[in-house]
């Protein structure tokens, strides 16, 4: 999940299509790659993510054991079970789980000591950096995902080495937006910096001799609007403009996540998403909205 524009309602949706996929039975496995950490504060409170922080079990931690250390390590060691969303699930025998790698609050400085891992004195050494430096979560993911059903990751917004291994790491990736100027400004630039990426290392991996490193193809599954505000059942007109114009040339999701101030602003304070709890008829609308998100990604990425 990712967009150059912040506020644009990404890790809401990425919480609430992560509870709609465990409540039809998968084990989804959440990465919080956002240094806000919002995704992590979604699941978890303030005390456990300090008790995370100072048992240096977050993907900051996991970073820093290789930019210090050199070290390998697992991201085994980073997985939770959030307690609250995964309780609610419980109640229905049906329902799978969800996991959780958290993010931290200085994992911006990362990015910063990552680059200084890349270059080199000849082009053999450029592009053995450059692929150990972007390979580094799909390597450690592959060794995991075996374990799950799904793995969702919650980006920065911006393109960073990051945004540049979650790229890498995925097979899939999808666009949130808000139906307004800024926040549909930069989707085609996005997409265009995804396909230099692509370009980019493939080339890289082609002419490197290491056999563990194969070529990417992210595909990207669509444009999914949020804070979509409706009037006689339609999307009102100010933001109709701006779906339709990106309609034109991408695809965009059918299913909206529609506006509720109300009921999305306290989800987070209490770990669990809009689709898991006690619904009145807005909710009903919203969770009938996720469901049909969750079937078009499983329905496009078999597509694909």
Same mark, same amino acid.
């Given at each position: 999940m990712m967009n150059y524009k912040g506020g644009v309602g990404k890790t809401t949706l990425t919480a609430n299509i992560a509870a709609e996929m465990a409540k039809t039975g998968m084990e989804v496995l959440l990465v919080d790659l956002d240094p806000q950490a919002n995704l992590t504060l979604s699941f978890i409170s303030i005390e456990?993510?300090?008790?995370? $922080? /100072?048992?240096? /079990?977050?993907?900051?931690?996991?970073?820093?054991?290789y930019l210090d250390k050199d070290e390998d390590?697992?991201?085994?060691?980073?997985?939770?079970?959030?307690?609250?969303?995964?309780?609610?699930?419980?109640?229905?025998?049906?329902s799978g789980r969800i996991d959780l790698i958290c993010s931290h609050l200085e994992l911006i400085n990362v990015d910063m000591e990552l680059s200084s891992r890349l270059g080199g004195?000849? $082009? /053999?050494? =450029? /592009?053995?950096?450059?692929?150990?430096v972007l390979t580094r979560l799909k390597n450690k993911l592959d060794e995991i995902k075996g374990e799950?059903?799904? =793995?969702?990751?919650d980006c920065p917004p911006n393109?960073?080495?990051?945004?540049?291994?979650?790229?890498?790491?995925s097979d899939f990736y999808i666009v949130p937006a808000k139906a307004d100027y800024l926040s549909t400004l930069g989707i085609n630039t996005l997409i265009r910096h995804v396909e230099e990426l692509k370009r980019k290392f493939n080339q890289y991996s082609r002419q490197s001799n290491d056999p563990?490193?194969?070529?990417?193809?992210?595909?990207?599954?669509g444009v999914i609007f949020t804070m979509v505000s409706y009037r006689n059942?339609?999307?009102?007109?100010a933001q109709s403009d701006y779906i339709n114009q990106i309609k034109r040339d991408r695809h965009c999701f059918t299913n909206f996540l529609r506006e509720s101030k109300t009921i999305f602003a306290h989800a987070p304070e209490s770990g669990i998403p809009v689709v898991l709890q006690r619904k009145n008829e807005q909710q009903e609308l919203i969770c009938k909205e996720v469901n049909g998100m969750v079937n078009e990604i499983f329905m496009l990425s078999n597509l694909s």
């Open positions: 456990q993510w300090q008790n995370l $922080d /100072r048992l240096e /079990r977050t993907v900051k931690h996991w970073y820093d054991a390590m697992s991201l085994k060691d980073l997985i939770i079970s959030p307690p609250m969303v995964n309780s609610r699930l419980d109640t229905d025998p049906e004195n000849t $082009d /053999r050494t =450029i /592009r053995s950096n450059y692929l150990r799950y059903d799904v =793995i969702i990751i393109f960073n080495l990051i945004t540049q291994n979650a790229i890498v790491a563990d490193t194969s070529t990417i193809s992210p595909h990207m599954l059942q339609q999307p009102i007109s």
